[in-house]
C-alpha cells in the first residue's frame, strides 16, 4: 500500500521535513530512576486508566533506546520529535540530574551520528508531583520553576537540539487535567482550568526568553493542539455557540501567543472564573516564536444549549477511529488555512497527526490499511494547506509506536510500529512501510 501526493506537491521534496513522534511519560518507563510524577500518582485512582494500567515500565525505552533509534533510523525520517522527562532531569532541590541528563545526551548524540534532527518538547504533562503537591499549574511560582528547567537542560543539551516546543497542548494539560479532571492531576473547576491555562501559557514565554538566549540557532516554539469546531446548522444560536466553543476550546491558547490577548470571550465569563492576569503577562507570553507545531486528530460538531451555552453532536454516519473520532482530514486543511487568515503565523510544523485502529499481530504482520488511508488523506490535506499560501515546513506522525494511551492506558494504539507489551517486540506495521516509502521516495 502506498502514500501518494500531488505530483508537483513541495512535500515531496527534501526540504520538507518528515519525523514520528513520541513523548517521554508514554515510552520511556524506567519509573524509579526519576521523580514521580502527576501521571504516576493519577494512574493510582481508582478507575482513571481504562485498564488500570500505569506508566512504570510502558515500552521501556530507556533501556531499549539505542534499538529504537535505530528503528527510527530505519524508516529515513528527517527528525524525531520527543520530550524530556523534567523529573528526570531536576533534582527536587532544582539542581540537574546528570544521570538523566547523560540519558538524553547519549540519545540526542547517536540521532545527531544519523543526522536526524532532534525536535525536543519540554513539558508533554509530566508535572513532577513535589511540584503538584504546591499546587502545580495553579500556582503562579510553577511557570517560574519550569522556566529554571528549561534554563538549565538548553543549557546541558548545548547545540545538539534542532527545536525546541515548551509545552505540548496546553489545553490537555489545563482543560483535561485541572478544568474537568479527566487527565492528572484529576481537579475539576472552570476557575481552576482558566488558572492553569494562563499559568502554562505565561510558563511557555518565560521559557522562550530563556531558549531564545541559550539556544539561540534552534527553532524554539510551541505545539498547541486543535480540535476545529463545526456547527450542527445554520442557525444564529448554533453559530453562535460554535463560536464560543472554539474560543473556549481552541482559540484561547493561540491568541494570546499571537495576539497578546485572550478572546473577547475572556470579558463575558463571570468574574470568579476568569485568571488572575498579572500586568505585563500577556508581553511575556506573546514573545516572538520561530515556529508553531499543530497537532490534529478530529472535528467536533456543536449545537447551542440552554444550560451549558453548547454542546457537542455526534456525526454516527462518519467514519472513525478505534477511539471514537471522526476521520474527517478536511477540517486540518481548513484549520490551517483559517488559522493563516486569522493571524500573522511563523512557520508551521505538523506536530501530530495520527489513528487509533484496532490492530493485531498475525504471522508476524500488522496490516493496518485503515491508518494507511488516514495518512493518505491527512498528508493530503496538508498539501493542499500548502498550495493554499500556508507556510508548513514539515510532518510528524503520531506515534512512532504504540504506547500509554494515557486515560485510555495501553487500550488504544496509536503507532506505526507495533509493540507487544509482554515481550517489548516491536513490529513494523503497513502503516510503517506505506511512511518509509513516502520519505525514501522523495529523497
Ligand atoms: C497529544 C498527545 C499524545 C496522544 C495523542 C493521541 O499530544 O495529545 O501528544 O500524547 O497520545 O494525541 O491522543
Known sequence: ?????????????????????????????????????????????PGAIADQSDGLTACDHVNLWDKDLDLINSLNVDAYRLSISWGRVINQDGSLNSEGVNFYIKLL???????????????????????EDNGGWLNRATPYLFSDYADKISQAFGDRVASYATLNEPFCSAYLGYEVGIHAPGIS????????????????GLAMKVLQK???????????????????????DDVAATKHADDYMNQWYIKPIMDGAYPELLKSL??????????GDLDIISQPIDFLGVNY????IYQANAQTIFEEVANDTALHTDIGWEIYPQGLTELLTSLNAL???????????GAAMADKLIDGEVKDFGRVDYYQEHLKAVSFAIEQGVDIRGYFAWSLMDNFEWAEGYLKRFG???????TQQRTLKTSGMAYKTLISNRK
Not at 9 to 36: C, D, H, K, W
Not at 109 to 130: G, M, R, S
Not at 270 to 277: A, F, G, K, Q, S
Open 1 to 45: 500500500m502506498k502514500i501518494q501526493l500531488p505530483k508537483d506537491s513541495v512535500m515531496l521534496s527534501p526540504q520538507f521535513t518528515y519525523g514520528v513522534a513520541t513523548a517521554s511519560f508514554q515510552i520511556e518507563g524506567s519509573a524509579t530512576n526519576r521523580l514521580p510524577n502527576i501521571w504516576d500518582n493519577f494512574c493510582k485512582k
Open 109 to 131: 548524540d547517536k540521532l545527531k551520528q544519523f543526522n536526524i534532527k532532534a525536535f525536543v518538547t519540554l513539558y508533554h504533562w509530566d508535572l513532577p508531583q513535589h511540584i
Open 189 to 204: 473547576g472552570a476557575k481552576q482550568g482558566r488558572t492553569a491555562a494562563h499559568h502554562l501559557l505565561l510558563a511557555h
Open 214 to 236: 541559550n539556544s539561540p540557532n534552534s527553532d524554539n516554539g510551541i505545539v498547541l493542539n486543535f480540535t476545529p469546531c463545526y456547527s450542527h446548522s445554520g442557525s444564529a
Open 270 to 279: 463571570p468574574e470568579d472564573v476568569r485568571p488572575d492576569i498579572h500586568d
Open 297 to 300: 486528530y478530529t472535528r467536533l
Open 343 to 353: 493571524y500573522k503565523l511563523p512557520p508551521i510544523y505538523i506536530t501530530e497527526n
Open 416 to 422: 506505526i510500529v507495533y509493540v507487544d507489551y509482554e
